[in-house]
């Protein structure tokens, strides 16, 4: 076995470059080079050692070994995340944040949302069928903005629905992005933090009434361990981490159409499936195509894995993108298939889009089960509920592996939408 000094190192004194050239294959390239699923590399002047699988994720989400503070870069929380919010906490303080999420996942709550989802995206058919064309991208974002907004009790004015959907979404496409991108990330977030942390204000000044179990309420009443409210700002940063990720699913459903268009079989399929087969589809969805490429951490205490010393302090990324499609985990990795799920019982640590391990105990994403209730509901829908056309000439459905996130280029634009016959 290697030690510390034997883990392939990759040449060179810096390779954030090639990490910007590679995008979501970056990790899976080099473990693949050195047939290993662990390697040392440099990013912005910094050691950092990545690692890939269902071994080494199980290791990633081992609380004793990792904590969260310190590996998000603050480019990204000044985007994505907001600053100093639950992504980067640790222990208790984590704990009991985390279950101020939870607490809003109950079966009512989700199913909640599942419904608002399928009413939200009926309440556009009527516009789609008068539209020449339509970026289902684009309309994806605007329904699940008001899908959160109406779910989590966040006034949103209909003059507003277009620039608050751009601003959450701006501020996931700032992510992995240097320059334009993520100053525009930057500046979405100011927008949403100021609209936000008014909300909150209102709620807790009584001008603004919002029901109990809500996240509107739950942010805006929710004490810390010191028996505090939270800030206000901090508040508003912990609503927009449940409102962003739901605009986020955006993505999801994009590719979704883009596998029915692609392997047209399953849309065939799909359109009188029963739930179990349309869960499958929703899972193959989330494994095969890219979202988030890898996540960091750094190490809490000192240990040794396979007989590599990992010491305290030292960043470590866990590659999501590359375990989702790990030969040793899924068969034809490469392949769109979602039988594979059929008779899958679920593991903590093989399919990681949204993070791995328990939901309460670690940083696992809280919303993944809303993730997965929202795709239910939008799946059956672009496939029970209405037609349309892709009119290829018009348009790219390619997408690119090194832009994170990643996403067909078009955005995925349809014709001709029409109300399906049955």
């Not at 030690?3 to 473990?31: A, H, M, V, W």
């Not at 050692?49 to 969260?68: H, K, L, T, W």
């Not at 309440?123 to 109406?150: G, K, P, S, T, Y």
């Not at 939901?359 to 829908?381: D, L, N």
Request: glycine share 8%.
């Amino acid at each position: 076995m290697k030690t510390t000094s034997e883990i392939p190192r990759e040449k060179g004194l810096d390779n954030s470059l090639s990490l910007l050239k590679e995008g979501y294959l970056f990790i899976q390239n080099r473990c693949r080079q050195f047939q290993t699923d662990i390697f040392q590399t440099r990013l912005m002047g910094e050691k950092v050692i990545c690692m890939s699988g269902e071994e080494a994720a199980r290791v990633f989400y081992d609380n004793e070994r990792f904590q969260r503070k310190g590996a998000a870069p603050k480019r990204v929380q000044k985007t994505l995340f907001g600053e100093n919010a639950i992504q980067a906490m640790d222990g208790e303080a984590h704990k009991h944040r985390k279950l101020l999420f939870m607490s809003l996942m109950t079966p009512d709550s989700i199913k909640k949302l599942g419904e608002l989802t399928g009413k939200h995206w009926q309440a556009r058919v009527n516009n789609w069928e008068q539209m020449e064309r339509v970026v289902l991208f684009d309309e994806a974002q605007e329904i699940l903005c008001r899908v959160a907004c109406e779910w989590a009790g966040v006034p949103l004015k209909e003059g507003e629905v277009k620039q608050r959907a751009r601003d959450f979404g701006a501020m996931v496409d700032a992510f992995g992005a240097v320059g334009p991108r993520h100053w525009a990330g930057r500046r979405a977030r100011k927008r949403a933090e100021m609209w936000i942390e008014e909300i909150i204000e209102q709620i807790r000044d009584g001008k603004l009434d919002a029901s109990e179990g809500t996240a509107a309420y739950a942010m805006a009443r929710h004490r810390g361990l010191d028996g505090n409210p939270l800030d206000s700002r901090m508040a508003a940063v912990e609503l927009i981490n449940v409102l962003r990720p739901i605009v986020a699913i955006a993505t999801y459903i994009t590719f979704g159409a883009l596998a029915l268009h692609d392997q047209p079989q399953y849309r065939k399929m799909m359109t009188d499936a029963n739930e179990h087969d349309i869960a499958a589809m929703v899972q193959e969805i989330r494994r095969f195509y890219p979202f988030g490429p890898f996540l960091g951490a750094r190490v809490r205490n000192e240990f040794t894995w396979r007989e590599n010393q990992f010491r305290k302090g030292e960043l470590v990324l866990l590659d999501i993108y590359g375990t989702n499609h790990d030969p040793m985990l899924w068969e034809n990795p490469d392949e769109f298939r979602p039988d594979r799920f059929s008779d899958w019982k679920g593991g903590l640590f093989d399919l990681i889009p949204q993070g791995g391990g328990d939901y309460y105990k670690t940083h696992r994403c809280p919303g993944e089960w809303v993730t997965i209730e929202a795709m239910k509901q939008s799946m059956s829908f672009l496939t029970s509920e209405i037609e349309y056309d892709v009119p290829e000439s018009e348009q790219d459905l390619s997408y690119s592996l090194v832009r994170m996130p990643a996403l067909p280029k078009s955005g995925f634009i349809i014709s001709n939408v029409r109300r399906r016959k049955n």
